[in-house]
């Protein structure tokens, strides 16, 4: 192999916006967005990355900007594979690395064949071994919660695709709940309340921009305009409109409580002594969909329990995937497989 000098293990954050690369001794060294343009009359890549998402919505006919991740889990095969490659190859550019132990974080309700195409693609990338992580339980070891305790915790971790519920206690996970509502849901849900009210058509970049800076989950918390340009689609020429928080709120409304429906639920499954545990600790919330205004106290006034964002948000799950490959060397695993490390480790 070209690229890798043995025994360097790495953690990836392989994410449906964006991937992180977290290298051993080294801390995060990479994180850019999960975007891949090609153009296709020549079945070549242009570019990855944060070069590639410039692209989007840009692009002429033979080249297109395409996301090989979709609601969490891999939708394009090929694209994921080079992806990976590149990113890898990147974040360890200069050092010399051969065949590490990759551990990469996956939904805690990814179906086998969904498990299956992350091993493959990591592997196809160069890895040696490659383990598998559920995003809840690395966002908890990344946000630094001690869960080999006889404690339980609850992270609601949202990212792009997904939004994955969880409760921990001595190392395992107790009740989880993936659903496919997360930040790209929210942009969706921006784009077809603009298209509606007023006629006019937006990218999924000025809903982004919309979501993040002047978007809230509650009422009353934030007042903000932006304004905004699309093409009307009625003169069918380009238009610019203004847009407040409360539209943006109004707008997320359903994604935004179809994830509080899901904390509800999986709190109703905790055990009593595990909920009780929650209700004293609180809520941690990670990823950056769990970074939209106000989302912390909706959750908080439908649960009644106080909820806590995350330090660095978005680098919890890659930290924490980064911290268990720290307790490969102790445990003896059976290859390419998926373990629940901090049950096997403590
Ligand atoms: N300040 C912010 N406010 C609201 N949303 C944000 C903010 N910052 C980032 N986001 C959103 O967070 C999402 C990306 O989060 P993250 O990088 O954690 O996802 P991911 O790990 O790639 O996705 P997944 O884990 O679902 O595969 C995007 O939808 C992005 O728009």
């Not at 994604?255 to 929650?278: G, M």
Request: hydrophobic share 40%; net charge neutral; charged share 25%.
């Amino acid at each position: 192999m070209w690229f890798w000098s043995m025994g360097t293990d790495i953690g990836i954050d392989l994410g449906t916006a964006t991937v992180l690369v977290y290298l051993k001794d080294k801390g995060v060294v990479l994180k850019e967005p999960s975007v891949v343009a090609i153009d296709r009359s020549k079945n070549k890549i242009l570019a990855v990355g944060e070069e590639a998402r410039q692209m989007i919505g840009r692009t002429p006919g033979n080249i297109v900007a395409v996301r090989p991740l979709r609601d969490g889990v891999i939708s394009d095969y090929d694209m994921t594979e080079k992806m990976l490659r590149y990113f890898i190859r990147k974040g360890c550019a200069k050092r010399k690395i051969s065949a590490p132990n990759v551990m990469v974080c996956i939904p805690s309700q990814a179906t086998e064949v969904e498990k299956k195409a992350v091993i493959d693609a990591t592997k196809n990338s160069g890895a040696k071994k490659v383990y598998l992580i559920e995003e809840p339980l690395a966002a908890a070891i990344g946000a630094g919660l001690d869960i080999s305790e006889p404690n339980g915790f609850m992270v609601v971790d949202i990212g792009g695709g997904t939004a994955d519920i969880a409760v921990m206690s001595l190392g395992g996970t107790v009740v989880r709940k993936s659903l496919k509502v997360a930040g790209d849901k929210f942009d969706e849900a921006i784009i077809r309340h603009i298209r509606n009210k007023y006629k006019l058509m937006i990218g999924e970049r000025t809903a982004e921009n919309l979501k993040i800076n002047i978007g809230s989950a509650c009422k009353g918390l934030r007042d903000l305009s932006m304004p905004i340009k699309g093409r009307n689609l009625i003169t069918g020429l380009p238009d610019t409109i203004e847009i407040t928080s409360e539209e943006i709120r109004e707008a997320l409304l359903e994604p935004v409580s179809l994830i509080a429906e899901s904390v509800h639920a999986v709190l109703e499954k905790t055990p009593p002594e595990l909920a009780a545990d929650i209700m004293d600790q609180g809520i941690l919330l990670t990823g950056g969909g769990g970074l939209l205004f106000g989302l912390d106290k909706y959750i908080e006034s439908a649960t009644g329990i106080k909820v806590k964002v995350a330090e660095d948000s978005v680098e919890c799950v890659v930290k924490g995937t980064g911290k268990s490959l720290k307790l490969l060397n102790k445990i003896e695993f059976d290859g390419d497989m998926e373990v629940s490390l901090v049950e096997k480790c403590n």
